[in-house]
């Protein structure tokens, strides 16, 4: 069985002053932070007003390359963040190897004058371009901002694989939560509904991601077969018939040409995305039903009045008459007050050059692959017969070199007979956990509510898509589905951000020393 991970950490966090400092700050309401005297009317807004300064939707439309083609970031970045190319003398601002594969993509503009609506989506990842899209579809007039570019933050750098699963809870922390039913939704609503739902949009706005299906969970040690088992089990009784387990001997003839697995859970629902693509794919598509998107538009803070939500930002305001939603990941204690529920946390993807082999050599069936290491390891094939290789989660963001080096290790770890692998492009990026393991979902009791999503943990790309049409169905009406999230109890972190580079390191340490221990049990950070 796996080791109970939440319930260490949290362990760990009282351990190292997270509860002495809870009882020593005071908890304020969720829009405690109060604006400035609004100078002015507000301007009435139109449904088919363009979005930002771009008059052409269908230039917003994704499109792929062949293969990357090194240049220069357009993206602003969080300074905490970087991206690595080899040729670094040549370009000092280097593209991702996500935005170097995708044409060009011009920026929205700034919000430039005070404007009336019925939703504000601050931010522009995944989670606000997906509520938006859904509020558009329903009829409701959406402002978006996001304080740097669409696809700045995680979810245009991440490792773009589909697993299900809200955050790291499983079918088996959901069976231990909830009732059966309850339980079974919950699943269906993190698996199957999220995996179809980016399938759908893509197909009904006519965008591409290169999606593509099955992912496969690698045993790294015997041990942790029976967890995998567990795992399948537990999916099996929800109704989820879509992954089976298999061993060391089919693994490697057709999945994985690697000889330090021994089984793995192959799931048939999950698979992998560009999520970049994926992401301007959902912000064409909101654009395109007369949404307006302004990017370089950061918001500085939130109140409310009798009758509407006032969204101050750093060239105007916003006063939305129904909903505030906040799609901003990791910062959302910069809207908030009082103790967070988050602690922040970097990781890191890398890309080879083109390989000199026919990358089905390493990996025949082309599924996208996580391992169960403490560490985990996570990897897959993409364009231009390129490998794409990811992991480590850190305190404090690691430079290139040491980012490099690691990766580069694991893999040739993972593929001995991979001849001096390289890397072409590398990037951080950065995540945020919860001590339970699940997402933290929450909806203010304001007159005009106050959406919130965080805590992913570094899984979440389709659950994300499909928490931004929960936030939709929920505003209009439709179900109770986000009601389900909200009733996940989580534990307050004072100082997430502060406690973050102290934390990672004790926690990982721990486990590393309890995994030296007993390594049959499973424990991933």
Same mark, same amino acid.
């Given at each position: 069985?796996?080791?109970?991970?939440?319930?260490?950490?949290?362990?760990?966090?009282?351990?190292?002053?997270?509860?002495?400092?809870?009882?020593?700050?005071?908890?304020?309401?969720?829009?405690?932070?109060?604006?400035?005297?609004?100078?002015?009317?507000?301007?009435?807004?139109?449904?088919?007003?363009?979005?930002?300064?771009?008059?052409?939707?269908?230039?917003?439309?994704?499109?792929?390359?062949?293969?990357?083609?090194?240049?220069?970031?357009?993206?602003?970045?969080?300074?905490?963040?970087?991206?690595?190319?080899?040729?670094?003398?040549?370009?000092?601002?280097?593209?991702?190897?996500?935005?170097?594969?995708?044409?060009?993509?011009?920026?929205?503009?700034?919000?430039?004058?005070?404007?009336?609506?019925?939703?504000?989506?601050?931010?522009?990842?995944?989670?606000?371009?997906?509520?938006?899209?859904?509020?558009?579809?329903?009829?409701?007039?959406?402002?978006?901002?996001?304080?740097?570019?669409?696809?700045?933050?995680?979810?245009?750098?991440?490792?773009?694989?589909?697993?299900?699963?809200?955050?790291?809870?499983?079918?088996?922390?959901?069976?231990?939560?909830?009732?059966?039913?309850?339980?079974?939704?919950?699943?269906?609503?993190?698996?199957?509904?999220?995996?179809?739902?980016?399938?759908?949009?893509?197909?009904?706005?006519?965008?591409?991601?290169?999606?593509?299906?099955?992912?496969?969970?690698?045993?790294?040690?015997?041990?942790?077969?029976?967890?995998?088992?567990?795992?399948?089990?537990?999916?099996?009784?929800?109704?989820?018939?879509?992954?089976?387990?298999?061993?060391?001997?089919?693994?490697?003839?057709?999945?994985?040409?690697?000889?330090?697995?021994?089984?793995?859970?192959?799931?048939?629902?999950?698979?992998?995305?560009?999520?970049?693509?994926?992401?301007?794919?959902?912000?064409?598509?909101?654009?395109?039903?007369?949404?307006?998107?302004?990017?370089?538009?950061?918001?500085?803070?939130?109140?409310?009045?009798?009758?509407?939500?006032?969204?101050?930002?750093?060239?105007?305001?916003?006063?939305?008459?129904?909903?505030?939603?906040?799609?901003?990941?990791?910062?959302?204690?910069?809207?908030?007050?009082?103790?967070?529920?988050?602690?922040?946390?970097?990781?890191?993807?890398?890309? @080879?050059?083109?390989?000199?082999?026919?990358?089905? !050599? %390493?990996?025949? *069936?082309?599924?996208? =692959?996580? /391992?169960?290491? &403490?560490?985990?390891?996570?990897?897959?094939?993409?364009?231009?017969?390129?490998?794409?290789?990811?992991?480590?989660?850190?305190?404090?963001?690691?430079?290139?070199?040491?980012?490099?080096?690691?990766?580069?290790?694991?893999?040739? @770890?993972?593929?001995?007979?991979?001849?001096?692998? !390289? %890397?072409?492009? *590398?990037?951080?990026? =950065?995540? /945020?956990?919860? &001590?339970?393991?699940?997402?933290?979902?929450?909806?203010?009791?304001?007159?005009?509510?106050?959406?919130?999503?965080?805590?992913?943990?570094?899984?979440?790309?389709?659950?994300?898509?499909?928490?931004?049409?929960?936030?939709?169905?929920?505003?209009?009406?439709?179900?109770?589905?986000?009601?389900?999230?909200? *009733?996940?109890?989580?534990?307050?972190?004072?100082?997430?951000?502060?406690?973050?580079?102290?934390?990672?390191?004790?926690?990982?340490?721990?486990?590393?020393?309890?995994?030296?221990?007993?390594?049959?049990?499973?424990?991933?950070?």
């Amino acid at each position: 069985m796996t080791m109970n991970r939440r319930a260490f950490i949290s362990n760990a966090a009282t351990l190292t002053g997270a509860g002495a400092l809870a009882s020593m700050l005071p908890t304020t309401s969720l829009l405690a932070q109060t604006l400035k005297t609004v100078d002015g009317p507000a301007v009435n807004s139109t449904a088919n007003a363009i979005i930002g300064t771009n008059a052409n939707v269908n230039s917003l439309r994704p499109r792929l390359l062949q293969d990357a083609q090194h240049r220069s970031s357009r993206l602003g970045l969080d300074h905490r963040i970087w991206n690595w190319h080899r040729d670094m003398a040549a370009i000092s601002k280097p593209a991702n190897y996500y935005e170097a594969v995708l044409a060009d993509w011009s920026p929205f503009g700034n919000f430039t004058r005070d404007q009336n609506c019925e939703v504000v989506v601050v931010g522009g990842g995944l989670l606000g371009a997906s509520t938006a899209l859904h509020l558009a579809e329903a009829g409701v007039d959406v402002i978006l901002v996001e304080k740097d570019n669409i696809g700045s933050g995680a979810s245009g750098r991440n490792g773009g694989q589909l697993t299900p699963g809200i955050a790291r809870w499983s079918a088996e922390n959901m069976l231990e939560k909830f009732s059966f039913d309850e339980a079974k939704r919950l699943w269906r609503l993190a698996s199957i509904e999220s995996m179809e739902l980016v399938d759908e949009l893509s197909e009904r706005y006519s965008f591409e991601c290169d999606r593509k299906y099955g992912h496969l969970t690698a045993a790294v040690h015997p041990g942790h077969m029976g967890s995998l088992v567990a795992d399948a089990d537990a999916r099996r009784q929800l109704g989820d018939t879509a992954v089976k387990v298999i061993g060391r001997y089919e693994l490697q003839e057709e999945y994985v040409h690697s000889e330090i697995y021994h089984g793995a859970n192959i799931d048939n629902i999950g698979g992998q995305v560009q999520p970049l693509a994926l992401l301007r794919g959902l912000a064409y598509s909101f654009a395109s039903l007369g949404g307006r998107i302004y990017d370089g538009t950061k918001v500085n803070s939130i109140k409310q009045d009798a009758s509407d939500a006032i969204i101050e930002t750093e060239r105007g305001v916003i006063r939305a008459s129904k909903a505030v939603v906040l799609g901003v990941h990791g910062s959302t204690d910069e809207f908030i007050s009082g103790a967070s529920t988050t602690v922040p946390f970097f990781t890191y993807v890398a890309v @080879t050059p083109p390989l000199p082999m026919d990358i089905k !050599e %390493l990996i025949p *069936s082309g599924f996208p =692959i996580y /391992d169960t290491q &403490l560490q985990i390891d996570y990897y897959r094939a993409v364009r231009g017969n390129r490998l794409l290789f990811g992991g480590q989660g850190t305190g404090n963001s690691w430079a290139p070199r040491d980012v490099n080096n690691y990766l580069l290790d694991r893999i040739r @770890t993972v593929f001995p007979y991979l001849e001096k692998p !390289e %890397l072409e492009y *590398s990037w951080g990026g =950065i995540s /945020d956990l919860t &001590l339970n393991g699940a997402t933290d979902a929450r909806k203010s009791d304001d007159n005009v509510p106050v959406y919130m999503v965080h805590g992913w943990s570094g899984h979440g790309v389709a659950q994300t898509v499909r928490i931004g049409k929960a936030i939709s169905d929920d505003l209009t009406g439709r179900n109770h589905d986000f009601s389900m999230l909200t *009733s996940i109890d989580h534990s307050n972190i004072p100082l997430g951000s502060y406690f973050s580079p102290v934390a990672i390191p004790l926690i990982k340490g721990a486990l590393g020393v309890m995994s030296t221990f007993n390594p049959a049990e499973m424990v991933s950070f």
